[in-house]
């Protein structure tokens, strides 16, 4: 047996067009465009790049992008009088303010400065909160992505045993919460887990969020099960070339399960996805307006 192999680019890129869809709509209708403010403090390459990335996607959707770059000197009081003035800017329905920030600039106490109904990321603590009682609001982008993919294979995750590899505030604990809402059962399992192969191979459902190159190997899995690997790690072969790979032993696991997700091209892409979802939602929101059915 070969697995499916989920296409995140595909569906990432079908659930952008219908935002960009609805974000046409909206113009229409209530002269709404939602708009999204990106915030990078310094210059860490692989934050620039990934801001790069999202900024394209905000505007090829036809929301309005609000770019602010701060020198890696920036003080964090700095930092937080720009999240007062976008707090109050009725121009901008959503506040991203790009990690890691530099050192002198506490994260916590940033993310908790944003609007919680700005805050599209999803981190800020109410949010979370809200998401741990059930509650509507604004939940992790990736989290919500590997919902999503798992959905496209499993439509009904009712019932289904899931296990979540992993327990960060980022990851692991919101999309733990998010799988109990759709009535999976769920366990939360993560480097103190004992026996952790034999607790994986019962389960309907495999999420790893580890950040373990490989980690998960195909003798983990139970058979047609489908696995959703978070990972993103850079390893060097015997050769001495760099690669980028998951969480999971691909290879083996793909011999096993019923579908899986690539890295790359499995769950990064939905996560700048989710983050126009949140942002599209964010504006209905702040308008009065229903949450849009995308």
């Known amino acids: 047996m070969s697995a499916t192999i989920i296409d995140g680019k595909t ?9 960009a869809a609805e974000v046409a709509r909206l113009s229409a209708a209530h002269g709404l465009t939602p708009g999204i403010s990106v915030v990078l ?4 390459p692989a934050s620039e790049v990934y801001v790069r990335t999202k900024s394209r996607q905000v505007l090829e959707t036809g929301m309005r992008l609000f770019d602010h770059h701060l020198p890696q000197s920036a003080a964090e009081h700095e930092l937080l009088a720009l999240i007062a003035r976008l707090n109050a800017d009725p121009a901008i329905h959503g506040i991203l303010v790009q ?39 604004l939940v992790p982008c990736t989290p919500l992505g590997c919902v999503i993919l798992a959905k496209t294979v499993r439509p009904s995750l009712v019932g289904l045993d899931a296990v979540v590899i992993g327990r960060s505030n980022i990851v692991g604990k919101p999309l733990a919460q998010l ?22 191979r019962g389960k309907d459902l495999l999420f790893a969020a580890m950040g373990r190159a490989e980690l998960v190997k195909g003798d983990w899995i139970k058979p047609g099960a489908t696995v959703i690997d978070v990972g993103i790690n850079r390893i060097t072969d015997a050769q001495g ?22 890295v790359p091209g499995g769950v990064g892409p939905m996560t700048i996805a989710c983050l126009l979802v949140n942002t599209l939602r964010a504006a209905c929101a702040a308008r009065g307006l229903p949450a849009p059915a995308i």
Request: hydrophobic share 45%.
């Open 41 to 44: 403090v310094g210059n860490d």
């Open 241 to 262: 070339k760099s690669r980028i790979v998951g969480d999971v032993a691909f290879d083996e696991a793909r011999a096993v399960a019923g579908a899986i997700t690539p």
């Open 99 to 137: 990690l890691p920030l530099p050192p002198q600039i506490e994260a916590q106490k940033v993310i908790a400065a944003i609007d919680p109904a700005k805050d599209v990321d999803g981190f800020h603590p109410i949010n979370a909160g809200r998401l741990a009682r059930g509650l509507p609001g």
């Open 179 to 200: 799988l109990i809402g759709e009535s999976a059962t769920v366990t939360i399992a993560h480097s103190k887990t004992r026996e952790l192969p034999a607790l994986c």
């Open 11 to 19: 569906i990432a890129a079908d659930l952008r067009a219908r935002v």
